[in-house]
């Protein structure tokens, strides 16, 4: 331990302990020859993981240049410990002053926000990205001159996409994220906003983390529109929140907006424009009075705008159109499903950007205090539909074919359907497991078990590719389901034979498939059965393959 008075590096003064960690002493120091206090960290080096552990993040923050960041200036090592000069932030953390004096005032804390929010897009716009993970009240300090700073960076990593899940959970319990807790979780912006989200709540009411909820149900008086954004903010679902600080902050900025009352009083604007434009209009030209009235069908009527989509020239008033049906009736089904299937799919290829799109507009509240997703689940029938629709999209044709995340939250809610046809709940079911097992294929438990074997995910795809699935389904599903069974045993024949499928058990399943494909199909009308003719082909021509696959692996000639 360094004692008061002694010079480090012949340049910084000691001048007392401010602050104590499990394995770390911090001093406030003075550089006597420029007159400036530095905060210099002592790391004992008892202890290799944590020396390991502080010294990543110096590496880290000694590549970081932001106002409301601290700087490192200096590392100096001795055989004892490990010395981090750094700039000596004045003031006392947001946690003394909850301590202190409780719930903070509403407009500093959404200024203290929109610091900070500023800070993590800083943060998670480097390269590679830096999640913070341990956003709370005692990492953050407030300096006289009213602005914050965020400390401690132990729990910071660096995010790489494509990486697993994180190597280890940390991060405060009550304000860390649920994926920081979950054994296959992986921390990305996301589980920033959650933290930050988790923080403002107490800051605004002064209560505890863990009394997490809505705002308003503590303080009737508090902002609608800031109890919305934090509502998004600490969705469970990280798809379900703001997906960049860059979004969250513009949200910030305009929370009025999202107010009733200024919803409220942004139609009274409109009406008392229109109302005696209207009356002009009327007294001017009938024809312009037509015209205006056709324009105020098409806003205000969800079927005019199903039709008003269907006849759009281009893509993005197509989606326009949709919206506005699903603003003015986000209980009714129609629009979800056009969207979908009519637009997102006229190519056959769900992509990231349209499923981006897609979940913003499920998870947008409108003037409401319910996102649309929330009101359009009461429509158990439509939403099942719905969600059997999607789940079979990111299922099979979705462009990040390996992440079939999305496609197993779907299917399980269309399994769990008591409205669905038979057919298709059972079906869910079965790819909604499937869809688990590329998680978990090929991994092992604590025992050292497998999870799922091979032989599991073989008997699901047989089971979902059994009987004449044109006439229970529809040929489009036929096509996908049939060739899902082909192209895993192109690309799994070894697995399959390691967990003892048998050749003739994955030659028997093929040959099914082709007489599927020779038979059932031809139900269909000339017209309809051209339109996969090409597929069909294709399809035939994997079995083919497969087929050589299987015998080669099992050494086998043809």
């Not at 008892?46 to 700087?71: C, F, S, T, V």
């Not at 003394?96 to 500023?118: F, N, S, T």
């Not at 192209?487 to 030659?507: T, V």
Request: hydrophobic residues 40%; proline residues 2%.
């Amino acid at each position: 331990m360094l004692e008061n008075g002694s010079v480090v590096d012949g340049k910084y003064k000691i001048l007392n302990v401010i602050g104590r960690g499990g394995m770390s002493v911090v001093y406030l120091a003075m550089n006597e020859r420029v007159n400036r206090q530095w905060a210099v960290k002592e790391i004992r080096k008892q202890d290799a993981y944590h020396l390991y552990a502080n010294k990543r993040e110096i590496e880290m923050m000694k590549k970081l240049n932001h106002p409301h960041l601290p700087g490192i200036v200096d590392v100096i090592e001795n055989r004892d410990a490990l010395l981090i000069v750094m700039d000596y932030i004045e003031g006392r953390s947001l946690q003394d002053l909850l301590d202190e004096y409780g719930a903070q005032p509403r407009e500093k804390v959404l200024m203290w926000a929109k610091q900070l929010c500023d800070t993590l897009a800083y943060l998670h716009g480097r390269k590679p990205a830096i999640i913070y993970r341990d956003m709370k009240p005692s990492n953050v300090m407030l300096k006289p001159d009213g602005n914050v700073m965020l400390i401690d960076f132990g729990a910071a990593r660096e995010y790489r996409a494509g990486e697993g899940k994180d190597t280890i959970s940390l991060g405060t319990r009550g304000y860390a994220a649920p994926e920081q807790y979950d054994r296959e979780g992986h921390s990305d912006a996301r589980t920033d906003i959650y933290c930050l989200g988790v923080m403002l709540f107490q800051l605004f009411t002064g209560e505890s983390p863990h009394a997490l909820r809505p705002i308003c149900s503590v303080d009737s008086s508090f902002s609608p529109g800031l109890e919305a954004i934090l509502l998004k903010c600490t969705r469970i679902r990280k798809e379900d929140r703001y997906q960049s600080c860059r979004e969250l902050l513009y949200a910030l900025e305009h929370y009025w907006e999202w107010d009733a009352s200024y919803r409220r009083e942004q139609k009274k604007k409109l009406y008392s424009f229109l109302a005696p434009a209207g009356a002009a209009v009327c007294l001017g030209a009938g024809a312009c009075f037509f015209g205006w009235r056709e324009t105020d069908i098409r806003a205000h009527d969800y079927d005019a705008c199903l039709l008003a989509a269907g006849n759009a020239v281009s893509k993005e008033d197509e989606i326009l159109e949709y919206c506005r049906a699903i603003d003015l009736d986000p209980w009714r089904r129609e629009a979800y499903l056009s969207l979908l299937e009519e637009t997102f799919l006229v190519d056959h290829v769900l992509t990231r950007e349209e499923s981006e799109k897609l979940r913003s507009i499920l998870i947008d509240y409108g003037d409401r205090r319910e996102t649309n997703e929330e009101i359009f689940r009461r429509n158990e029938a439509g939403y099942s539909e719905f969600a059997y629709a999607a789940g079979i999209a990111y299922y099979y044709k979705y462009e990040d074919r390996e992440n079939k995340r999305h496609a197993k939250i779907y299917l399980e809610a269309a399994a769990a359907s008591e409205s669905l046809e038979d057919g298709k709940a059972e079906r869910a079911g079965r790819l909604a497991a499937i869809a688990g097992y590329y998680a978990r294929v090929g991994m092992v438990d604590e025992a050292g078990d497998a999870m799922v074997t091979s032989r599991d995910y073989w008997e699901d795809l047989k089971v979902l590719s059994a009987g004449n699935l044109v006439e229970a389904d529809n040929e489009r599903t036929a096509l996908v389901m049939y060739g899902e069974l082909v192209n895993q045993i192109l690309s799994r024949a070894e697995e399959f034979q390691a967990d003892g499928i048998g050749a003739d058990e994955m030659l028997r399943q093929l040959r099914e498939t082709a007489e599927h494909l020779e038979t059932d199909f031809t139900s269909l009308g000339e017209s309809r059965y051209r339109q996969i003719e090409e597929e069909l082909t294709a399809l035939s021509g994997h079995i083919r393959t497969a087929e050589r696959i299987v015998l080669a692996a099992y050494g086998q000639e043809e």
